[in-house]
């Protein structure tokens, strides 16, 4: 069974840092791109980042840009979230996921999130 | 950004309806169109993959139509644990764009 579990959620202050984490079981983690989803308190999904199956190519939304840095261990079945400067409007739930690839027919791969795990939540308050 | 919007936001509904959710691209996105269902405190679950194609597991109740930039999730026969939000989301261009979520309440 393929799980994902988030770990490295917390009470911050507004400008502090956190490292959120995300062990991965029972999936080739190296084949795969993963991404992490936000869910704030109340509101809708935003997705957050993505990063390929090496590492090299990592994909933000412009929110977070600069100051989050998504990254993984393909050796630990690791995904992480580095969040620096954090903001209020950052506390939320944070999901990572699989992406799952189809191809388009031209060569060219899109992806869905089949597997979610049950998310840690950051709380950025002083 | 791809806008996502979602109608309505939310919906009441009795046990055995037909619902019916659409979602609307601000710009075409073939068929790269994907939907979730989320329970309170719970992680989003896979629905629907590229707009049509149900995911393994999910009950045949639940179908997806439609391209471009207008799709709809159906359920035929609403059951109990069908009570839950509903979100559609693009995956043609980043940043990956949600909609805004349709609620599904009991009747």
């Avoid at chain 2, 999730?73 to 349709?102: H, K, N, W």
Wanted: hydrophobic share 30%; charged share 15%; with cysteine.
């Amino acid at each position: 069974e393929v799980q994902l579990v988030e770990s490295g959620g917390g009470l911050v202050q507004p400008g502090g840092s956190l490292r959120l984490s995300c062990g991965a079981s029972g999936l080739t983690f190296g084949s795969y791109w993963m991404t992490w989803v936000r869910q704030a308190p109340g509101k809708g999904l935003e997705w957050v980042a993505n990063v390929n199956q090496d590492g090299s190519e990592k994909k933000y939304v412009d929110s977070v840009k600069g100051r989050f840095t998504i990254s993984r261990d393909n050796a630990k079945n690791s995904l992480y979230l580095q969040m620096n400067s954090l903001r209020a409007e950052d506390t939320a739930v944070y999901y990572c996921a699989r992406h799952y690839p189809y191809s388009s027919g031209w060569g060219k791969y899109y992806y869905y999130m089949d597997v979610w795990g049950k998310g840690t939540t950051i709380t950025v308050s002083s | 950004d791809i806008q996502m919007t979602q109608s309505p936001s939310s919906l009441s509904a009795s046990v055995g309806d037909r619902v019916t959710i659409t979602c609307r691209a601000s710009q075409t996105i073939a068929s790269h169109l994907h939907w979730y269902q989320q329970k309170p405190g719970k992680a989003p679950n896979l629905l629907i993959y590229t707009a049509s194609n149900l995911h393994r597991g999910v009950p045949s109740r639940f179908s997806g139509s439609g391209s471009e930039t207008d799709f709809t999730l159906t359920i035929t026969s609403l059951q109990p644990e069908d009570f839950a939000t509903y979100y559609c989301q693009q995956s043609y261009s980043t940043p990956q764009t949600f909609g805004q979520g349709t609620k599904v309440e009991i009747k």
